[in-house]
């Protein structure tokens, strides 16, 4: 029996990358996903192809009652939140001096908060049920910083604290596993406005495993008996040193 069959798993960030892999993970083994990012076409197109019934709500992460919602529509389709999956993110890297400062606050509107609103939409809910669980996606940068990527690692420094917080304060009750990714292929580096710092990461996009590596750790942790907990997983390129 597939552990993570009929589970309701929410999926922030679920358009592209990485969380388009886990939605597809996921719904390939039974679960039952509910998909938010802000481009609808790309929910739409996903939500009509996974193999299992799923929902989607275009969400806005940094937007508190964005993510109230999606929530809701978990509830309404579903009846119950069995898992949420914090991977919105963006990567704007920049050196400090440049002072990006719009790109800055983006950086954490949506890494540091997109994940506590996602904390604050499902984290009632699970504790009213007993059972629940958040998986976080970090970074290799949640765990060592590196130049033009301070406030990127900084939000990602800051995820996984705020996890092993909720651990700490929820354990028996609330499941909570933090991912750290190394270089994985997708469009995160497309966000990145600095030619010279977007052509410093082809080394890292040359080495790039694909998302669906990020979506097995996914679907290991999730797919737990109810007394594991898998709290940290890190998946990098095997030739990755950092
Ligand atoms: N790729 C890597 O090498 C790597 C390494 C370590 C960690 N990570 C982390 O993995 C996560 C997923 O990134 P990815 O690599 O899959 O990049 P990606 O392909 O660029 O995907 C990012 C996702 O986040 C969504 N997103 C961005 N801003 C949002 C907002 N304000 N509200 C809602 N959704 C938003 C995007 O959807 P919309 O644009 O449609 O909203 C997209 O679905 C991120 O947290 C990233 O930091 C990635």
Known sequence: ?????????????????????????LSEHGALLVLGAR???????????????AEYRVTDV????????LARA?????????AWVNNAGVM??????????????????????GVLWGIHAALGHMLTRGHGHFVNISSVGGLKTMPTAAVYCGTK????AIGEGLRMETAGKVRVTTIYPGAVTSELTHGISVPEV???MDAFVDIAIPPEAIADGVLYALGQPADVAV????????????
């Open 198 to 200: 977007r052509r410093s």
């Open 231 to 242: 709290t940290d997983l890190v998946i990098r390129p095997a030739r990755q040193e950092f």
């Open 39 to 53: 481009r609808e076409d790309r929910l739409q197109e996903l939500a009509s192809r996974l193999p299992n019934p």
């Open 92 to 113: 704007p890297l920049s050196r400090m001096e440049m002072d990006k400062v719009d790109e800055w606050e983006r950086t954490v509107d949506v890494n540091i908060k």
């Open 1 to 25: 029996m597939d552990r993570v069959q009929d589970k309701v798993v929410v999926v922030t960030g679920a358009s592209s990358g990485i969380g388009r892999a886990i939605a597809q993970k």
């Open 157 to 160: 420094y800051a995820v996984r």
């Open 62 to 69: 940094t937007r508190r009652e964005q993510v109230e919602a």
């Open 74 to 82: 978990a509830l309404d389709r579903f009846g119950r939140i069995d």
